[in-house]
């Protein structure tokens, strides 16, 4: 496959032909922040919390794909404080209390918090009404932490090709969702599944809490992105 | 249960339980119902081979859909804002009374529901409704009392229609009330139009030249984004694919525009032939036009009009005379989402799915309906495409500005003596506007709809075009007794309501600033409300997804550029911060609850 060259806030990088912006500048060590991408999902850039600018255009990192010539900014001052209220924006949408929180330690959003330094969002709480999810055999969703990344909904289909997991509704009352019929014939392996590509503490496997104790999570010790830029 | 089963059973077997037709499957057990409640969306997912939770989250989305019921007669009345200033509120004061139930509810025999929606395409004739799919305009209280006295009786909503509009709303297909409020024509779109004729021409030309041709007129898309029409044809030619689509963007959902529903009205050949000649451009064999729901009652005369086209031989197997070129045009109703208007969400929602736009690339070009290159073009710029097949691409681009040839359809509304459909030629400047449209005593004008701007006095000499006022068409005019932070706290109420709520910063975001423009309008704001209003304006039009977020912003942007003044009458001076916590508000309900009066102290 051709080789791209391409520059993230100056730095040449170079990139295979059909990675998007945010698999190439992994592939050279420098870190945009993700929330709603995972490995091995198509993309969807529900957060926009990777979004960079290109040509004096905003665009998400995790969907557009780099090309030849391009001169990517990533951490200017302007993006990284966007950025920063991008994860604000999520925490006052929901209903967050962090030390209760069985994922607390390995939650993305909690690990982007620290990273980004929020102390307090800038923005109003604003306390949404939202019911938890909890006659599913296998899983149960706290849809309080839910922060409409689609992970699930991308992820976790029958293999007859049915969406487990949706979401309901619009604008702020947008909610995800789950199909009780096909929840109710999870397999143990799906369940877990559903729990660990979820980056907060929304898909809960049940009967399971604080396996690994709070201190020797996955971001207690390294912040999110260390392993990127190593 | 049994009942509910074969009803739902009879509805998709009808869309033969294609699942790109959830939509109209959906509308159907609806009307039958009067409601979609969880049994029902259980039903459709088995009938449709779907998961429930597609269902529902179909059913959820759309505004005309509902899970709760919506009265054997649904009301609908627009509240949008200018619907507001022509007294929609003391209208539905009086659907109240009569009926006997607030705006939320259902009257308790089940009877009569009301309900509010954002703009219904009418704002030339506001306050308008629509009950039953049927519209009523104009709205009095007396009128309120006769359709309210006749839905108790049990009428057929469409009889108590006694008055009919102009032109083709009294052809007996329509039948509407809704008057078309043309004041000025132009050459290309109002101008008489013979049918056959322009279709005939370009099926003489080579596909190539056709978009030759429309690049030479410069055409640029109608919807309001103004991307230019041949090129946009030209990339969808060039994509690779077996089957290719053309689709009409026939969602006119920004508030205060309503001219695609005169042309839909007046010049449905013509769309259709532009549609055709599209068709053939790209090497389409299928058309689709996408209807917004609110549209309905159009539905059975366009489908009336593409028939005679099939018996005329304009459209079907040898289109146009064309040996070899076979097209035929579908239509879509949709069911109330505004976001419906941007195109790949409006291809989703085509395809019978949550009208959540798509992220680029690919674009629609390269894979669009049904995973195919699609071309999505606004009504307005078929009808000049099949224009310009007629007179040529010369002859429209000597109209207009350097930037923006041909004429515009604008649908003016608000503080004006005579609200209506104006074709002008691009360039025309906003005063000369007002005085034909007799709006002299504008204190503001908004330009292109919520979406667009908010001017005032200073900037009615430039010019609406796209290189200076870019409109869709939507120019409401506002007097000079209007609170304007009340049409602006309209704007941000419909963003956040449409919303597809996709992204966060469209999602999170116009509820944020929808927060913070009421504390300032209540009093509690400072002048570090006002900056921070500023920089989330920034925020959500840099980081949104699609269009919507991008633009939802600007009443706010605007209004605090151009009529600053009002929102520093608002504000606390010289103070840092003020609180918007309001203890009495806060404790009202639990001293209510414990039967007490609160002591507040000092607060």
């Known amino acids: 496959?051709?080789?791209?060259?391409?520059?993230?806030?100056?730095?040449?990088?170079?990139?295979?032909?059909?990675?998007?912006?945010?698999?190439?500048?992994?592939?050279?060590?420098?870190?945009?922040?993700?929330?709603?991408?995972?490995?091995?999902?198509?993309?969807?850039?529900t957060c926009r919390i990777c979004t960079v600018r290109v040509g004096g255009r905003f665009m998400a990192a995790c969907t557009t794909p780099v090309a030849e010539g391009m001169n990517v900014e990533n951490n200017t001052p302007a993006i990284e404080d966007m950025r920063k209220e991008i994860i604000e924006m999520l925490f006052v949408e929901g209903n967050h209390m962090c030390p209760t929180c069985e994922k607390s330690g390995n939650c993305e959003l909690q690990a982007l918090g620290y990273r980004y330094k929020m102390m307090v969002p800038r923005?109003?709480?604003?306390?949404?009404?939202?019911?938890?999810?909890?006659?599913?055999?296998?899983?149960?969703?706290?849809?309080?932490?839910?922060?409409?990344?689609l992970r699930c909904v991308r992820d976790v289909i029958t293999s007859d090709g049915k969406h487990v997991f949706g979401v309901?509704?619009?604008?702020?009352?947008?909610?995800?969702?789950?199909?009780?019929?096909?929840?109710?014939?999870?397999?143990?392996?799906?369940?877990?599944?559903?729990?660990?590509?979820?980056?907060?503490?929304?898909?809960?496997r049940k009967e399971i809490g604080f396996k690994i104790p709070i201190g020797q999570r996955k971001y207690d010790t390294k912040p999110i992105g260390s392993e990127i830029e190593g | 249960m049994g009942n509910l089963s074969e009803i739902v059973k009879k509805c998709a077997d009808n869309y033969q339980k294609d699942p790109t037709k959830m939509l109209d499957v959906i509308r159907d057990v609806q009307a039958e119902l009067g409601q979609v409640a969880d049994d029902a969306i259980a039903e459709i997912a088995k009938q449709m081979n779907v998961s429930s939770i597609d269902v529902e989250g179909v059913v959820t989305f759309y505004h005309f859909f509902s899970k709760e019921p919506v009265g054997k007669y649904s009301v609908y009345l627009n509240n949008s804002a200018v619907a507001v200033m022509k007294g929609c509120y003391d209208i539905a004061k009086e659907f109240e009374k009569e009926a006997g139930c607030k705006f939320g509810e259902v009257s308790s025999d089940g009877k009569i529901g009301l309900h509010y929606t954002a703009d219904i395409g009418m704002n030339d004739q506001e306050p308008s409704a629509i009950i039953n799919d049927v519209i009523f305009t104009n709205l009095t209280s007396d009128k309120v009392k006769a359709i309210v006295a006749d839905m108790k009786s049990g009428k057929k909503i469409q009889d108590t229609v006694k008055e009919f509009g102009d032109g083709n709303n009294q052809n007996a297909l329509i039948k509407a009330m809704v008057k078309n409020n043309i004041?000025?024509?132009?050459?290309?779109?109002?101008?008489?139009?013979?049918?056959?004729?322009?279709?005939?021409?370009?099926?003489?030309?080579?596909?190539?030249?056709?978009?030759?041709?429309?690049?030479?007129?410069?055409?640029?898309?109608?919807?309001?984004?103004?991307?230019?029409?041949?090129?946009?044809?030209d990339y969808t030619r060039q994509s690779a694919g077996d089957k290719k689509y053309i689709v009409c963007n026939g969602d006119e959902g920004e508030p205060g525009t309503f001219k695609d529903r005169v042309l839909f009205t007046e010049r449905a050949e013509m769309l259709f032939e532009g549609m055709a000649i599209g068709g053939y451009a790209i090497g389409a064999d299928e058309g689709l036009l996408y209807l917004r729901g609110e549209y309905m009652y159009l539905k059975q005369y366009l489908e009336n009009v593409l028939e005679t086209m099939r018996k005329a031989g304009t459209l079907g197997k040898n289109a146009g005379g064309k040996s070899g070129f076979n097209f035929d045009i579908k239509i879509q109703m949709g069911a109330g989402a505004y976001i419906c208007g941007e195109e790949s969400a409006l291809i989703e929602s085509a395809e019978g799915k949550r009208g959540e736009p798509r992220n680029r690339p690919p674009f629609p070009a390269q894979r669009g309906f049904m995973g195919k290159p699609t071309s999505v073009n606004n009504v307005e710029s078929f009808c000049s495409a099949a224009r310009?097949?007629?007179?040529?691409?010369?002859?429209?681009?000597?109209?207009?500005?350097?930037?923006?040839?041909?004429?515009?359809?604008?649908?003016v509304s608000g503080d004006c003596k005579k609200p209506g459909i104006y074709e002008v030629e691009f360039g025309t400047t906003v005063?000369?506007?007002?005085?034909?449209?007799?709006?002299?005593?504008?204190?503001?004008?908004?330009?292109?709809?919520?979406?667009?701007?908010?001017?005032?006095?200073?900037?009615?000499?430039?010019?609406?075009?796209?290189?200076?006022?870019?409109?869709?068409?939507?120019?409401?005019?506002?007097?000079?007794?209007?609170?304007?932070?009340?049409?602006?706290?309209?704007?941000?109420?419909f963003f956040e309501e449409e919303s597809c709520g996709w992204c966060t910063p469209c999602r999170a975001g116009n509820q944020l600033l929808l927060h913070k423009l009421e504390k300032v309008m209540h009093g509690h704001g400072t002048e570090s409300d006002l900056q921070e209003m500023e920089?989330?304006?920034?925020?959500?039009?840099?980081?949104?997804?699609?269009?919507?977020?991008q633009t939802s912003p600007n009443p706010i942007q605007s209004t605090l550029k151009n009529f600053r003044g009002l929102y520093e009458a608002k504000i606390q001076k010289g103070k840092d911060f003020v609180t918007e916590f309001d203890m009495a508000a806060a404790v009202k309900e639990s001293c209510a609850a414990a039967g007490r009066k609160p002591d507040l102290g000092e607060h």
């Not at chain 1, 949404?128 to 849809?143: F, G, H, M, N, T």
């Not at chain 2, 429209?396 to 923006?404: P, V």
């Open chain 1, 1 to 45: 496959m051709s080789e791209i060259k391409f520059t993230i806030d100056g730095k040449e990088c170079t990139a295979r032909a059909g990675q998007t912006i945010v698999e190439a500048a992994k592939a050279n060590r420098i870190y945009i922040p993700v929330l709603c991408h995972f490995e091995g999902l198509k993309p969807a850039g």
């Open chain 1, 123 to 149: 923005f109003p709480y604003l306390w949404p009404q939202r019911s938890v999810i909890a006659d599913a055999p296998k899983i149960y969703l706290d849809r309080n932490r839910c922060v409409q990344c």
């Open chain 1, 168 to 204: 309901t509704m619009r604008g702020g009352k947008t909610l995800i969702s789950i199909d009780k019929e096909l929840a109710a014939k999870l397999t143990e392996e799906e369940a877990v599944k559903a729990m660990n590509q979820c980056p907060v503490g929304c898909i809960l």
């Open chain 2, 183 to 233: 004041q000025k024509t132009g050459a290309v779109l109002l101008a008489p139009f013979e049918p056959g004729t322009a279709l005939k021409k370009a099926v003489s030309m080579t596909p190539e030249a056709v978009i030759e041709e429309m690049k030479i007129s410069s055409l640029r898309g109608r919807g309001g984004a103004g991307f230019p029409t041949g090129m946009k044809w």
């Open chain 2, 388 to 411: 310009i097949m007629l007179e040529g691409g010369a002859w429209f681009a000597k109209m207009g500005t350097a930037q923006s040839k041909g004429t515009k359809l604008l649908s």
């Open chain 2, 431 to 493: 005063q000369t506007l007002l005085e034909e449209c007799d709006g002299r005593t504008a204190q503001a004008v908004q330009v292109g709809g919520p979406s667009g701007v908010c001017i005032d006095k200073s900037k009615y000499g430039n010019r609406i075009c796209f290189d200076d006022l870019a409109t869709g068409g939507s120019v409401i005019v506002i007097g000079p007794d209007r609170d304007i932070l009340e049409v602006v706290h309209n704007f941000m109420e």
């Open chain 2, 535 to 549: 920089k989330w304006c920034v925020t959500v039009k840099s980081m949104s997804r699609c269009g919507l977020g």
